[in-house]
């Protein structure tokens, strides 16, 4: 789960100086083991989301396991897409989007709502242009092990205190079944979501034919890695 300076100075192409740049004045979260720092790679994610930075993909594998991980394809296929959510505020329209995602009987929808809205309130999840990824730190584990992603279009543009100011009209919310795939689709699903095109389709909204075709076409030379 963690990485040291070297490895991601290594993926990201980057000298270490930078590396340590970014932890002692850009905020990247780390910690100090043995006097050197280590970076936890959901707090990498949620870093470099937030400041439109690109990091490669394979960074957020976990021990370098890539056979049988979910597609973001297959995942919004399996949670869905919904169009004019309701809603006014972030907990109103996450209310919303919890009432849509297939949980497994033992997960409590309002402990999920809740756990949702205290991560918001540690960071927005908005990755700006009025998307957000509302999730938790540790995976929500969907029903018989498999990954879902609910993509809603918000009927009311709502502030979830993104960093460019603008309000979200658009939620990405992720249900896992481990730590592995939690990493996977949202490091896959950031990746996709920093090609222009596929911004200016989901704005507009796109028809969910339309939307399933760019995401394919989109992760095709990822998969073929």
């Known amino acids: ?38 970076i936890n790679r959901v707090d990498l994610l949620e870093w470099a989301t937030n400041h439109d930075m690109t990091i490669p993909p394979e960074i957020y594998i976990v021990n370098n396991e890539t056979g049988r991980l979910a597609t973001v394809s297959g995942a919004i296929r399996k949670g869905g897409i919904f169009y004019d959510l309701p809603g006014d505020t972030p907990e109103s329209a996450l209310r919303e989007v919890v009432s849509r995602l297939a949980l497994p009987p033992s997960l409590d929808p309002e402990f999920l709502l809740q756990t949702l809205l205290a991560r918001e ?38 502030d979830f205190d993104a960093v460019d100011g603008k309000p979200v009209t658009i939620l990405f919310t992720l249900v896992t079944p481990n730590v592995k795939e939690h990493l996977h689709l949202l490091a896959k699903l950031a990746f996709l ?8 389709l989901l704005h507009r909204p796109g028809g969910e034919d339309e939307i399933m075709t760019a995401i394919c076409e989109l992760e095709e030379p990822i998969l073929r890695r």
């Not at 192409?13 to 720092?37: C, F, S």
């Not at 979501?193 to 200016?200: G, R, V």
């Open 193 to 200: 979501l920093h090609d222009h095109p596929f911004q200016e």
């Open 1 to 38: 789960m963690f990485l040291k300076v070297t490895e991601l100075a290594s993926v990201a192409g980057v000298d270490e100086r930078t590396v340590l740049g970014w932890i002692k004045n850009m905020g990247l979260p780390a910690h100090k083991q043995d006097d050197r720092y280590r």
């Open 121 to 158: 309130t540690l960071g927005s999840t908005a990755l700006g242009n009025g998307i957000a990824i509302p999730h938790v730190r540790n995976p929500i584990v969907g029903q018989s092990g498999e990954s879902a992603i609910s993509l809603c279009f918000l009927k009311n543009p709502i």
